[in-house]
Structure formats: structure tokens, C-alpha cells
């Protein structure tokens, strides 16, 4: 059985940082966010840690070169894609971990002994982004054959199933979002499958975790397909698309009325942008927002404890003294909530 997890606006991140130095990076997260560190995603040390690159070992026919990963099958394919299926079968998650050379900070984070309160935050990258920036040989996303679609989702579940596993061995609660920036463009003439097919695939790679489960999406979307899914927790840029989730309110309710959270992505990710703000405004913006969805039925501070404090997304496009500011802002705000609401 799922434990139930104390959100109390606890600051997280969403995965990457602009460092290339994975034990520094895993410091800095410690340091800034003790409540729910997350392992920091790294591109900046090495092309395998783009998001997309990162989760495609092991996948079947897949070839990476210049940072982009291309599906092409080759003599073995058909003998690949049916140990997918047997290991998905079997729950067989150790077939597909994640090695070192793709995720540094993960491994760094499990090695440095310092995720001391008992919970701790990995993420995935979710099949619909994925499965449009890997490519069949012809450039066209592989979300678009069926058959890979299925072996992908499928795929990410035991991906997903994987980390959730190894991060038990650091905390007794885990926290794993679903990192799904292309969700933004569901509905337009960029992702032409049916929201039907969309719930599918992300209910897939949600059905291997036990743990507490979100999605992370950096846009507006179709909320009421995320809201009403099996997630426990909302991660979205409430810096700058907080209009986008005020359009739905009776279904944020319901999600929260049924043990949901939002992760409220409120310290923006633009160097120039960030430069503007500060601990009071942001404090301010957050305040209003969780204002904006308190009701008769739900009270501020109810919220306030169904909440999470994280980035608008993540920081790896930032200059490293940027990524600190908003660690540094995060931490702030947290402590801040916690110590007025909670």
C-alpha cells in the first residue's frame, strides 16, 4: 500500500542542472532541497544525459548519434522486441536499468549518504515526448507505429519501475514524475494521435510505480486528461502558464478532494526573467495562485499542505550562479510556507 507522503510545500526539482560535475551537483541539491532531493539530470557531462537519449538503452534497434536516438532495425530486432515483451511481462526491471555513463547523478546521489528525511525524487522522460523525438530511419517519431508506441511505453514502464527501486535503497518514499514537455502541443497539428491513445500510453508507464507518481508538464495542455488520470501529483510551470490549469477549477478540486497534489512551478527558468525576481515577489505570485483554487471546500492551508514548490522546469540552459538563485529562491519559499501555513 501506497504511504501517505507529507507534500508541505517541500521544494523539489524537476531533474536538470547546468553542472557537468555529478558529485557537486548532488551537494547543491542536498544543500538547497533536504526535504525531496531529486538526482540531478546532467547533459552538460555527456550527450547520453539528455532526456531523451538517457532512458534508450536497451531499447530495441536503437542507434544514437549526434544526441538524437534513431530506431532501426536490424538483424536482431524482432529477437529484442520479444525480450521486452517477456521482461515487461515478468516485471523483469533490472533487464532495463540505467547504467552510470547515462545518469551520473543518480548514481552519485546513491552513493553520497546524504538523503537523510526519508524521501527522495527521480524522474522519466513520459512515452508521448519520447516517443516524438525518437525517430524510425524515415526522421518520423516512433509514436506514430503503433507497434514501437506500445514497445516504448512499455519500455518506460520498466525503466520507471527500475529507478523506483534503486531509489528505495536510499529513502523509504519515492516521488518519480513523468516528464511530458510535449504535452503542450496535444490537440494541435504537431501531435495528431487522440487523447484516448495519450492516456494509454502514460497510464502504461504509471502502472509500473507503486510509490508516489506524477507528470511534469512545462505548457498548457488538456488538464482534465492529467487531472483525471492515476497521478498523485501535478508538476506544472505555474510561472507562466498559470491562466492555462485556472480554467479548471472543479477538476482541480476533484484531483485534490481524492489526495492529489500540485507541484506548483513557480521560480522561472530564464536567466533574464529570473533577474527580475525575488524571494517577496514570488512569494506573492505563489500566494495568489493557491488563493485563486481555495474555496469553501478546500481551505488555503489545506492546499498549502497538498503542495510541492519546484522550478518552472529544468535548469540545465541557465549559467551555474542562475541554477544556485533559484535553488536558493526554492529553498526560500519553502521555508517560508512551511514555517506560516503548515
Not at 547546468?18 to 532531493?37: M, N, W
Not at 514537455?181 to 510505480?209: D, K, N, R, T
Not at 498548457?220 to 492529467?226: F, K, N, S, Y
Request: net charge negative; with cysteine; hydrophobic share 40%.
Amino acid at each position: 500500500m501506497k504511504a501517505e507522503f507529507e507534500y508541505n510545500c517541500k521544494a523539489t526539482m524537476i531533474g536538470s542542472l547546468p553542472s557537468a560535475d555529478a558529485e557537486s551537483a548532488c551537494r547543491q541539491v542536498i544543500k538547497y532541497l533536504p526535504g525531496l532531493p531529486a538526482w540531478p539530470q546532467l547533459p552538460a557531462r555527456s550527450s547520453l544525459e539528455n532526456m531523451y537519449v538517457q532512458y534508450s538503452e536497451g531499447f530495441p534497434g536503437a542507434v544514437i548519434a549526434d544526441g538524437k536516438v534513431t530506431v532501426k532495425p536490424g538483424p536482431e530486432f524482432d529477437d529484442e522486441l520479444a525480450l521486452l515483451y517477456l521482461a515487461h511481462a515478468d516485471n523483469n526491471v533490472d533487464r532495463y536499468a540505467v547504467s552510470p555513463d547515462y545518469a551520473a547523478g543518480l548514481y552519485a546521489l546513491a552513493g553520497s549518504g546524504q538523503v537523510k528525511h526519508g524521501a527522495v525524487k527521480g524522474q522519466v522522460t513520459g512515452p508521448v515526448s519520447w516517443g516524438l523525438c525518437v525517430t524510425d530511419a524515415s526522421g518520423r517519431g516512433i509514436l506514430y507505429d503503433d507497434l514501437l508506441a506500445d514497445a516504448a511505453a512499455k519500455f518506460l514502464r520498466l525503466k520507471a519501475a527500475w529507478q523506483e527501486k534503486f531509489l528505495r535503497k536510499l529513502a523509504p518514499q519515492t516521488v518519480i514524475f513523468i516528464d511530458e514537455p510535449y504535452l503542450a502541443s496535444l490537440g494541435s497539428a504537431f501531435i495528431s494521435i487522440s487523447s484516448e491513445q495519450v492516456s494509454l500510453l502514460l497510464e502504461e508507464v504509471l502502472s509500473g510505480l507503486s510509490g508516489i507518481k506524477g507528470i511534469h508538464c512545462c505548457g498548457g495542455t488538456d488538464w482534465t486528461l492529467l487531472l483525471k488520470s492515476s497521478i498523485d501529483v501535478l508538476n506544472f510551470d505555474a510561472y507562466n502558464y498559470f491562466e492555462s490549469l485556472a480554467c479548471y477549477p472543479d477538476e482541480v478540486h476533484a484531483f485534490i478532494k481524492r489526495g492529489g497534489a500540485i507541484a506548483w512551478g513557480i521560480v522561472p527558468n530564464d536567466e533574464e526573467v529570473l533577474q527580475k525576481e525575488s524571494l517577496p515577489s514570488l512569494s506573492d505570485r505563489l500566494e495568489a495562485a493557491i488563493a485563486f483554487f481555495s474555496s469553501d471546500g478546500i481551505s488555503f492551508k489545506e492546499l498549502v499542505s497538498r503542495s510541492l514548490v519546484t522550478p518552472s522546469c529544468g535548469l540545465d540552459s541557465l549559467s551555474p550562479d542562475a541554477a544556485e538563485e533559484v535553488f536558493r529562491l526554492l529553498a526560500g519559499l519553502s521555508e517560508k510556507f512551511r514555517a506560516k501555513y503548515t
